[in-house]
């Protein structure tokens, strides 16, 4: 059988600590994303938390959950716009 790769267990998963370990962000943003839909995840039968996550799906997220200083000045300047 083959090792898993770092963070991920044998099934090809990492839970909650793991991710935001391997993405370096609080346990807290990963539960939030994932409540929030933005970021797949599977529930361990029999349990209320146990998230699993694939790899796909959080790189997936964590692809598109960061943006530059300068896109997100160029966003708060367009949204001071429209509020004007």
Known sequence: MSKAPKGLNKAGYFTVPQTSSEWGV?????????????????VKRGTIRGYLITRDAAEEFFS?????????????????????
């Open 26 to 42: 609080s346990d807290s943003y990963v539960y939030a994303a994932i409540r929030d839909g933005l970021l797949k995840a599977r």
């Open 64 to 84: 598109n959950a960061f943006i530059s200083l300068e896109e997100a000045r160029n966003e708060r300047e367009m949204e001071e716009a429209r509020q004007s």
